[in-house]
């Protein structure tokens, strides 16, 4: 879905600086992988979606990894400017620094590498309400503590985010907390980020302290509640890693049963990419579905497959415990189960690969058949052609 607003220009800081101690991993956190990719890409796949004029990617620890995954993604990344915060001095500080390659008179979002789930549509709704005043998203969760309260006036608008450890008894009440999502005008934000101090426990300069000043400047300050909570969600360690994981995957489900394809148990079934797909197509418990994945009309995959990279024809049966990687194949194939088509493998009409058979480089003819216990590989057979057990090539 297109989701381009008409904010011009729009300016993209995303902080990406972390150094992810809690996951306990020597690789940075925003790398840290999600439905077959790093969680950076699902931020940036948001971001990008809403045209920004730029992309201010903060960086700290780990930054060499993560550079070099983004110059591996061709366009997906979108126009980044890169911005080194070599110390962790707060998302104030990370903010700041970025401040000199802001367009002129743009509109900046803040968004996080550590927040996989957003949605274009959420950050969008903030970009879109921040020509004249500040937007922040927020949240309504049932266990807040921890979090950062939204206090709001008699009209509604925002007047403080008060710290869980400064709340009063009423204050610590209220669900609606703050995500760290925050949009605002350019000419604001610079000068409020230049004026932050780091009078606090930890040294840091705070994002969440430019609310202050724009209500004592009498700036508007509006909350747009998210409608799924879910999404705002911070990734900090494996547990939550984990839980973000099933959160993507029952929206991937979701998604796919709303396209029209039937799971047995959407519960059951992980996509680590892209799955198109036809009509009618079932999909049993168990599967695995990475990269680009097309399924054709009428299509049914048995309990426990994975798929890689895989083009399907229409009326394609692939029986339980089959693997392929790399495979095209034509309409009315029967594969499996218990078979392993390697890459460059290509199926035509009616072909028929059965259990324990191992295919690489490997085409098969119309209504050929290698039914078991075999290995075919560099190799091309005709029509009609039937391969006994135990053959290899």
């Known amino acids: 879905m297109n989701h381009a607003i008409s904010v011009a ?11 992810g101690t ?7 956190k925003v790398l840290q992988p999600l439905g077959g990719e790093p969680m950076l890409a699902h931020v940036l796949r948001a971001v990008v979606a809403l045209t920004p004029q730029q992309v201010h990617l903060v960086v700290g620890h780990g930054q060499a990894e993560v550079r070099e995954w983004a110059a591996s993604q061709g366009n997906m990344t979108g126009p980044v ?3 080194e915060q070599t110390e ?10 970025s401040a000199k390659a802001w367009t002129p008179g743009s509109v900046v979002l803040v968004a996080y590498g550590d927040v996989p789930l957003i949605t274009p549509a959420t950050l969008a709704s903030a970009a879109e309400a921040a020509r004249s005043q500040v937007v922040i998203i927020t949240a309504k969760v049932a266990e807040p503590s921890g979090y950062g309260r939204i206090v709001r006036d008699a009209s509604g608008q925002v007047s403080a985010i008060v710290e869980h450890a400064d709340a009063t008894p009423a204050q610590q009440a209220i669900k609606e907390i703050n995500t760290g999502v925050i949009a ?14 780091n009078d606090n426990p930890k040294g840091e300069y705070y994002l969440t302290d430019v609310i202050a000043m724009a209500v004592v400047e009498g700036r508007p300050v509006t909350g747009l509640c998210a409608a799924d909570a879910a999404e705002l969600e911070g990734v900090n360690d494996r547990v939550q890693l984990a839980k973000a994981e099933r959160q993507l995957q029952s929206r991937r489900a979701t998604a796919l049963m709303r396209a029209g394809v039937t799971l047995a148990d959407p ?9 198109q797909a036809g009509q009618d197509v079932s999909i049993d418990v168990g599967c695995i579905l990475e990269g680009r994945v097309v399924l054709g009309n009428k299509v049914r ?3 426990y497959c994975h798929l890689r990279d895989v083009e399907l024809g229409d009326g394609a049966v692939i029986e339980s415990h089959s693997v392929l990687e790399g495979v095209v194949t034509a309409a009315h194939v029967h594969v499996g189960p218990f078979a392993r088509l390697r890459p460059g493998t290509r199926l035509a009409t009616g072909a028929k690969v059965g259990n324990f058979v191992e295919t690489k480089k490997a085409i098969v003819g119309a209504g050929s058949k290698i039914n078991h216990l075999s290995y075919v590989g560099d190799a091309e057979l005709g029509a009609d052609v039937n391969v006994g057990a135990g053959t290899i090539t």
């Open 88 to 97: 962790q001095l707060g998302t104030g500080h990370a903010v700041r620094l």
């Open 22 to 28: 809690r996951m306990r991993s020597a690789h940075p």
């Open 9 to 19: 220009p729009l300016d993209v800081v995303v902080l990406a600086a972390g150094k």
């Open 267 to 275: 519960a059951r079934l992980d996509v680590r990419g892209g799955v």
């Open 81 to 83: 400017t890169w911005v």
């Open 184 to 197: 605002a005008p350019a000419d604001w934000l610079g000068p409020w980020l230049d004026a932050l101090q």
């Open 301 to 303: 995959i048995g309990p």
